[in-house]
């Protein structure tokens, strides 16, 4: 099962995050998130702050399997939430993304034309991860124009009014996914979620994405909590 761990912004927490048994981390870029990663200027514009995370320690493992995580190495995925094209493009550049998360309303075509732009001459093998919010059986069949474009789906709870807290996911939509696209769950997911999680049988489920249940503030991930859940579902 795939463990993203989303919402990261302050260097030294992602440094301790990396060190433990995940698989993706989440670096969220949607301008009115709390957890929107930080900017810093330069004389040329702006650029992003990503000196420290681009340490060799959080250095990348391969696009090429982006299933596969190498040994500290976790894979980065991208939030985006209906941006600029070349926004999006800039980032994957500028911290080596792997992966983008579309959290808007981001259609098919949108989505094909990224996805030329990024290959191969920005980055190969990138991934595409398309969010999309259920409260209902029918919501579930909204990834039905998203075959054959995007290359995961996360079905999530929808958002919370202050985007801080999470909503929880209800577990029992699962059943109704008849999709082909492998797909991750989010929403308020945490150590009293580890019954439910091994008790999921859907061939097509991949994993989760975490974050809010283990922050100590928002961006702020609370490791050896996180650390005592990961031994518990890894």
């Known amino acids: 099962?795939?463990?993203?761990?989303?919402?990261?912004?302050?260097?030294e927490n992602i440094r301790?995050?990396?060190?433990?048994?995940?698989?993706?981390?989440?670096?969220n870029f949607c301008q009115t998130s709390p957890r929107y990663l930080a900017q810093v200027s330069s004389r040329g514009g702006f650029i992003p702050d990503y000196t420290s995370i681009r340490d060799e320690r959080l250095s990348l493992g391969s696009p090429v399997d982006t299933t596969v995580r190498q040994e500290n190495k976790p894979l980065r995925v991208g939030l985006f939430c209906n941006e600029m094209p070349q926004t999006i493009v800039t980032r994957i550049y500028n911290f080596k993304l792997d992966f983008v998360q579309l959290e808007g309303d981001e259609s098919p075509v949108m989505i094909e034309n990224l996805r030329r732009t990024i290959e191969p001459d920005i980055r190969t093998g990138v991934k595409i991860i398309k969010t999309i919010h259920v409260s209902s059986a029918e919501d579930m069949k909204k990834g039905a124009e998203f075959e054959g474009v995007a290359d995961y789906l996360l079905f999530k709870a929808p958002?919370?009014?202050?985007?801080?807290?999470?909503?929880?996911?209800?577990?029992?939509?699962?059943?109704?996914?008849?999709?082909?696209?492998?797909?991750?769950v989010a929403g308020a997911i945490g150590a009293d979620s580890v019954e439910t999680l091994r008790a999921i049988r859907h061939p097509l489920f991949a994993g989760i994405e975490v974050g809010a249940k283990f922050e100590t503030e928002p961006g702020m991930i609370d490791v050896p909590a996180l650390n005592d859940f990961l031994k518990l579902v890894k």
């Open 16 to 27: 301790e995050v990396c060190q433990l048994n995940v698989d993706w981390i989440g670096l």
């Open 1 to 11: 099962m795939i463990v993203n761990i989303t919402g990261l912004c302050k260097p």
């Open 159 to 184: 958002a919370s009014v202050d985007d801080v807290a999470e909503q929880p996911f209800d577990w029992d939509l699962i059943a109704h996914y008849e999709g082909k696209t492998p797909f991750l």
